[in-house]
């Protein structure tokens, strides 16, 4: 015997290779009729059984007030906290002393989605949001100023579950 | 004279253009029956349900960048799709597909060329298919791909003689190798298929490992040989070699439908092959031959995305241990019968011979079935405990 192949023993209806084949020939044939589970994404975007989480973190979006003004008090906490380090803020002060960002850019290349900047704000100003599609055709197009950021307008991400805030 | 030069050329040109045009649609098939079986929906974007995705993939495969490997032989590497891609189109040329039809200056016989010698052609063209895998293993000077040249070589030289002889059956039976012969003596007893239940059988396993495919797909095995015999291969002539499958597969399928399923004949009926040659008739019995194969190629597909691969020794223990002593002794058993009923009781081929030779297969088959169901083939070729 030229190869020797170690073959363990097993019982008959183990090792049938026709009975087993018919059996997958049944199987397979019987998937063919039955629903298909794709979803058709650029029509369909959501499902009964599948819909985008309200907890998910996705392309950020600023608050605004009655006059249509950022929440935005310039305090300098979202870009202290953010671990990627891609919120540039530079604050400015108005004549009554009220602080408001003179720039406030993210870079969604260099965002890791973790969500502290929400997490952190205290003015409730900027949050990550229920949204994943942005694609662009430049990259510089990817740094979102405050003009874009507060035009957003899908809904905001609640962080967590409002049923279960505590996460119990 | 020039009667037959131009309807030879037509016929030349539509059964070319119909084998590809259903190739491509062949591909696009395997893709969603493979999706459907695996409760997706597939490819279903490019024109209405994906009808159009194969005309994306040739021109995707047109435009890509042809890669040539710096050590390989640039003839035979060039060379190689081609061989492959001939002899899988040049084998369809004598099959029947249809009913002859009438036209304004003659009769028309629905087949590109009815030789003679019919199907001595088809084993001698089909097996010339091997070169062009050998020869692309061989001309990439890569060792994956010269072991699934070798492969290839190995199997289909194998699996060739079990179908060769399972065919032998045909013959006795017909006596006759010419195709639109085979054909013309089923509808006036009953299909191949019933008087030869196991020839068919070796003959559709010899079939799918002929034509390289799951589970005999050995040559290509992507797990074991990245690609097999086309991994160096890109663009256009990758492509061929995916054409010449399919159009090997399409080939197959049309020679069991021919065999051992009537070829063009609608079942139940003589109406298609008696009296004056219609129109409709043609049209008609060209349905049912395009029916007859697409059930096989579905068949294929369904294998294929069903059954996981042989190993290599089973592979050869299948083919040898096997099939071939299988058809060798189906051979002798149903000369003997055909013998006996031909010259002791003196019967031609009709529906009498026909049950009486079935009777026969169903014996061999459920004693077959009995043998074969106690693991031997997984088993492959290790001892038997004693």
Redesign the interface.
């Given at each position: 015997?030229a190869?020797?192949?170690?073959?363990m023993?097993?019982p008959?209806e183990?090792?049938?290779?026709?009975?087993a084949?018919l059996k997958?020939?049944a199987?397979?044939?019987s998937?063919?009729l039955?629903?298909?589970?794709?979803m058709?994404y650029p029509e369909e975007k959501s499902s009964k059984d599948w819909t985008l989480s309200s907890r998910w973190r996705g392309t950020h979006r600023m608050l605004t007030d009655e006059q249509g003004r950022a929440k935005c008090v310039a305090c300098g906490l979202c870009p202290q906290i953010c671990p990627a380090n891609c919120i540039k803020l530079v604050p400015g002060e108005d004549e009554q002393g009220n602080r408001y960002p003179l720039i406030y850019e993210i870079d969604e290349f260099r965002c890791i989605f973790c969500g502290y900047c929400q997490e952190v704000c205290p003015e409730e100003a900027i949050h990550v949001g229920v949204h994943y599609e942005n694609s662009e055709y430049s990259r510089d197009r990817f740094v979102y100023d405050l003009e874009r950021l507060t035009a957003q307008t899908h809904p905001v991400s609640t962080l967590w579950d409002p049923s279960d805030p505590k996460g119990e | 004279m020039t009667f037959f030069l131009v309807s030879s050329f037509i016929k030349m040109f539509v059964v070319f253009n119909l084998i590809m045009v259903g190739v491509a649609m062949l591909t696009l098939l395997e893709r969603r029956?493979c999706?459907?079986?695996?409760?997706?929906?597939g490819p279903n974007r490019v024109g209405p349900q994906g009808i159009l995705q194969p005309a994306a993939d040739g021109l995707k495969n047109i435009l890509k960048e042809e890669t040539s490997p710096a050590m390989a032989d640039k003839t035979l590497f060039t060379l190689a799709p081609l061989v492959s891609f001939v002899p899988a189109l040049v084998t369809f040329g004598v099959i029947p597909f249809a009913s002859p039809l009438p036209t304004r200056w003659g009769v028309v016989p629905m087949v590109v060329a009815d030789l003679p010698v019919g199907f001595l052609y088809i084993l001698a063209i089909s097996s010339l298919g091997v070169y062009g895998i050998v020869l692309a293993g061989w001309a990439s000077n890569n060792k994956y791909a010269l072991l699934g040249g070798l492969r290839a070589s190995a199997q289909m030289i194998s699996y060739e003689i079990a179908m060769g002889m399972s065919t032998v059956a045909v013959l006795l039976l017909a006596g006759n190798v010419t195709l639109s012969q085979v054909i013309a003596q089923q509808q006036h007893g009953l299909w191949f298929v019933l008087p030869l239940t196991l020839g068919f059988v070796i003959f559709f396993v010899s079939a799918l490992a002929e034509t390289n495919r799951l589970p005999f797909d050995l040559p290509e095995a992507e797990a074991e040989l990245i690609a097999g015999y086309h991994t160096e291969y890109s663009s256009m002539k990758f492509s061929m070699f995916y054409i010449a499958e399919y159009s090997n597969m399409v080939t197959a399928s049309a020679l069991m439908a021919t065999l051992f399923f009537g070829g063009w004949d609608i079942p139940f009926t003589h109406w298609d092959d008696t009296g004056d040659p219609t129109v409709l008739k043609t049209l008609l019995t060209l349905a049912a031959f395009s029916l007859k194969t697409f059930a096989f190629l579905f068949t294929y597909i369904?294998?294929r995305?069903?059954?996981p691969r042989f190993?290599y020794?089973q592979l050869m223990a299948l083919g040898w241990k096997v099939l071939l002593p299988l058809a060798l002794s189906y051979i002798t058993i149903l000369a003997t019968a055909i013998w006996f009923i031909r010259v002791q009781i003196g019967w031609l081929y009709g529906p009498g011979m026909a049950l009486i030779l079935l009777g026969v297969n169903v014996v061999l088959l459920v004693a077959l079935?009995w043998w074969?169901?106690?693991?031997r083939?997984?088993?492959?070729?290790?001892?038997e405990?004693a």
């Open positions: 015997m190869i020797g192949v170690k073959v023993k097993r008959t183990q090792t049938s290779y026709l009975r084949t997958g020939m199987l397979t044939f998937h063919l039955r629903p298909k589970v794709t058709q | 029956v999706a459907w079986m695996q409760d997706r929906l369904w294998v995305w069903t059954l190993r020794d079935v074969l169901d106690r693991g083939i997984v088993s492959g070729i290790a001892e405990p």
